[in-house]
T-cell receptor, first 114, second 109 residues
Framework: IAGITQAPTSQILAAGRRMTLRCTQDMRHNAMYWYRQDLGLGLRLIHYSNTAGTTGKGEVPDGYSVSRANTDDFPLTLASAVPSQTSVYFC?????????????FGPGTRLTVL | GQNIDQPTEMTATEGAIVQINCTYQTSGFNGLFWYQQHAGEAPTFLSYNVLDGLEEKGRFSSFLSRSKGYSYLLLKELQMKDSASYLCAVADSNYQLIWGAGTKLIIKP
């Protein structure tokens, strides 16, 4: 693995189903982030984690949950998907939170909820 | 509220120079980032400014004026591969990035 990987690449999901988007990084970065990107809008932060074992809510956390059991993995779960969660989801990481925190992005997951 | 404004779309000619502007209003300021995003791909880091002035990196330069809440990204000697969206993001008082919607740059031969 080099950098950040996300799985799946794309997914079509029925409304009401549960879905977990996976994110793994091999850079030993402390901070990780989940964003969604919608046409005409900037990237919006869903949840973040400054270090393993801690998580925080971003701008649009409702309907999503995260966990950070270890440094490398940061899965995002949609408990009961709704059509408004149709979006492209990006996972990102940075060496640490605060100060200069250049973020490195995974390739994204394109999710469609019908 | 927090707000990042940048033009939706710009068109330029191969070999020319283009300036993409970004204005911001945020709760606190801990630096401004520019990212490049090709269609269907992830954003990649271009530049970071935290002090006023110009930062030059090859064909790309980024300028910041904190008093005006203003930045621009300058791209010189445009190449077709520069066709992409350019995202402006500001680190707020909590060091969270607030993102603009991006400027789609179209390069014509």
């Amino acid at each position: 693995i080099a950098g950040i990987t996300q799985a799946p690449t794309s997914q079509i999901l029925a409304a009401g189903r549960r879905m977990t988007l996976r994110c793994t990084q091999d850079m030993r970065h402390n901070a990780m982030y989940w964003y969604r990107q919608d046409l005409g809008l900037g990237l919006r932060l869903i949840h973040y984690s400054n270090t393993a074992g801690t998580t925080g809510k971003g701008e649009v956390p409702d309907g999503y949950s995260v966990s950070r059991a270890n440094t490398d993995d940061f899965p995002l779960t949609l408990a009961s998907a709704v059509p408004s969660q149709t979006s492209v989801y990006f996972c990102a990481s940075s060496e640490r939170e605060g100060t200069y925190n250049e973020q490195f992005f995974g390739p994204g997951t394109r999710l469609t909820v019908l | 509220g927090q707000n990042i404004d940048q033009p939706t779309e710009m068109t330029a000619t191969e070999g020319a120079i283009v300036q993409i502007n970004c204005t911001y209003q945020t709760s606190g300021f801990n630096g401004l980032f520019w990212y490049q995003q090709h269609a269907g791909e992830a954003p990649t880091f271009l530049s970071y400014n935290v002090l006023d002035g110009l930062e030059e990196k090859g064909r790309f330069s980024s300028f910041l004026s904190r008093s005006k809440g203003y930045s621009y990204l300058l791209l010189k000697e445009l190449q077709m591969k520069d066709s992409a969206s350019y995202l402006c993001a500001v680190a707020d008082s909590n060091y969270q990035l607030i993102w603009g919607a991006g400027t789609k740059l179209i390069i014509k031969p």
